[in-house]
């Protein structure tokens, strides 16, 4: 799993609390610099996309 430059992992960490969906549908959706966003996590999106 490659790393990309302008998503640092601690955003990983602070999108992937407990409440994971309503995260992903609120908080990632306005910090990733993506703005890619899926069911699937905001991680695994956002590193395959990248």
């Not at 955003?11 to 407990?18: L, S």
């Given at each position: 799993?490659?790393?990309?430059?302008?998503?640092?992992?601690?955003?990983?960490?602070?999108?992937?609390?407990?409440?994971?969906?309503?995260?992903?549908?609120?908080?990632?959706?306005?910090?990733?610099?993506l703005?890619?966003?899926?069911?699937?996590?905001?991680?695994?999106?956002?590193?395959?996309?990248?």
């Amino acid at each position: 799993m490659k790393y990309p430059e302008k998503a640092g992992f601690g955003m990983f960490i602070f999108c992937y609390p407990d409440n994971l969906r309503f995260i992903l549908q609120t908080a990632c959706k306005k910090h990733n610099p993506l703005n890619v966003y899926t069911n699937r996590g905001w991680l695994t999106a956002s590193f395959t996309q990248n």
